[in-house]
């Protein structure tokens, strides 16, 4: 049984930071590229950023390029998004996700956490 699950979501001023954490119950999370996505109220879920399994290859929307970090430990089996220079735009519901890449740069989640929300207030 796979588990996800989100931390560390809360209520930030406009420029201030957030790092959220994911904890995976996934036996083979070596082998899992993970991501985090979001979903915004009346908007569909979107893709923040996403890591291979072994952390050499990194990818992100370009909405925040620059701003976000996402990393992992696979001996904790967890993955994070360090969120910098935030901005009330970003306010969302986050999700973690293991993903598969379908394409180059485009990923789809196969398994889903419960989401933590992001509020950035102006």
């Known amino acids: 049984q796979v588990q996800l699950v989100e931390s560390g979501g809360g209520l930030v001023q406009a420029g201030g930071s957030l790092r959220l954490s994911c904890a995976a119950s996934?036996?083979?999370?070596?082998?899992?590229?993970m991501g985090w996505f979001r979903q915004a109220p009346g908007k569909e879920r979107e893709f923040v950023a996403a890591m291979s399994w072994s952390g050499g290859s990194t990818y992100y929307a370009d909405s925040v390029k620059g701003r976000f970090t996402i990393s992992r430990d696979n001996a904790k089996k967890r993955v994070y998004l360090q969120m910098n220079s935030l901005k009330p735009e970003d306010t969302a519901v986050y999700y973690c996700a293991a993903v598969s890449e379908k394409r180059v740069g485009y990923f789809e989640g196969d398994y889903w956490g419960q989401g933590t929300q992001v509020t950035v207030s102006s």
């Open positions: 996934i036996r083979t999370f070596s082998r899992y590229a």
